[in-house]
């Protein structure tokens, strides 16, 4: 890979070498007009009989291309390490965790969130080269977590999560997927994935058209159903007892499958009904392996090669070499 600047952006210095030069045409404008105002050509010639208008000229392209170099310094152009070392293939998933109250039943032992997140970390294990970013949802979607290549950190988020992470109850899927699609980077040229985790309970409607909208982008949605579709009573944690409804029955969650086989068919995904981790992290694996992963250079993990000592190094000498030369020719008598 070739040579690259970290910030660009600051070439817009190298406008100041263009006022030095004007600076420079008005300062030899303003010398010939005075000369000219004296007249007497005996008498300028003796005024400036010890100048030197090209050592005048060298002290400046010196101060010019000492500005040039601190510029160029402060742009570091730096080297990216050995391309084979730092390339990778993968591709950016958006993993968006149900966090709602019925997670917590217990058709799926221990509970469905603890399965869930059982699951998340089995796969995530088999994807060393892919980024991973966590949305929790409810009643309202949060990013809890943005893409990162960092698993350790991954997995920390994931162990933290639970069904206090979104006060707002209510299984709003369609508002997950939108938020999961925002964290991609479009300007990336990688594979765009979302896994869609939920019982699907008292989902909203718009989650089909959302569905629509991208598969049109590109983006596939996996869906993992948590629950059994008999149902399960939900613990309530304030009273210690189940969840009752305001006529006092038992609240019943069943899982939902239509909602979440309909957005995984619409995108070109596949549904899965979570039964043991291990079958649904090998389906998934499955259909990611048929999707051809782009290699990519991961900047945060590469190691450069800074070129801004040697331009810092170079802006000093000719900064020096500017303080020696004089306009003055050296006298002889």
Request: proline share 4%; aromatic share 6%; net charge positive.
């Amino acid at each position: 890979m070739n040579w690259q600047f970290e910030y660009p952006g600051a070439s817009l210095l190298f406008l100041a070498t263009g006022i030095l030069l004007v600076l420079y045409i008005l300062l030899l404008r303003r010398k010939k007009k005075i000369l000219h105002r004296i007249g007497d050509p005996m008498l300028v010639n003796e005024l400036i009989r010890d100048y030197s208008a090209r050592l005048f000229s060298i002290k400046m392209l010196l101060l010019g291309l000492a500005m040039s170099a601190g510029i160029l310094a402060v742009m570091n152009p730096r080297k990216p390490g050995t391309p084979a070392a730092n390339s990778r293939k993968g591709f950016d998933m958006v993993i968006a965790l149900d966090v709602s109250r019925s997670m917590l039943a217990a058709d799926l032992a221990p509970d469905r969130i603890t399965r869930a997140k059982q699951l998340i970390s089995k796969l995530i294990g088999t994807m060393p080269d892919d980024r991973i970013a966590l949305v929790l949802f409810a009643g309202k979607a949060y990013l809890q977590m943005p893409l990162t290549i960092d698993h350790g950190a991954a997995a920390l988020y994931i162990s933290s999560v639970t069904t206090d992470a979104v006060p707002q109850q209510g299984t709003v899927i369609s508002e997950a997927l939108q938020l999961s699609a925002a964290v991609f980077n479009p300007a990336e040229k990688r594979f765009r994935t979302i896994l869609l985790i939920s019982d699907g309970e008292d989902h909203d409607a718009g989650a089909a058209e959302i569905a629509r909208n991208l598969e049109k982008r590109g983006i596939m949605v996996n869906t993992i159903g948590i629950g059994s579709t008999e149902g399960s009573s939900i613990p309530d944690p304030l009273s210690g007892g189940l969840k009752k409804d305001e006529t006092g029955n038992t609240v019943i969650t069943r899982l939902n499958e239509q909602v979440l086989k309909e957005v995984a068919q619409t995108t070109g995904g596949i549904y899965q009904k979570l039964e043991s981790s291990e079958v649904a992290v090998k389906a998934l694996r499955s259909q990611l392996a048929t999707i051809e992963k782009v290699a990519t250079k991961d900047i945060s993990l590469m190691q450069f090669k800074p070129g801004w000592p040697w331009l810092a190094g170079l802006m000093l000498l000719l900064l020096l070499a500017e303080i020696v030369v004089r306009e003055t020719k050296k006298n002889n008598t």
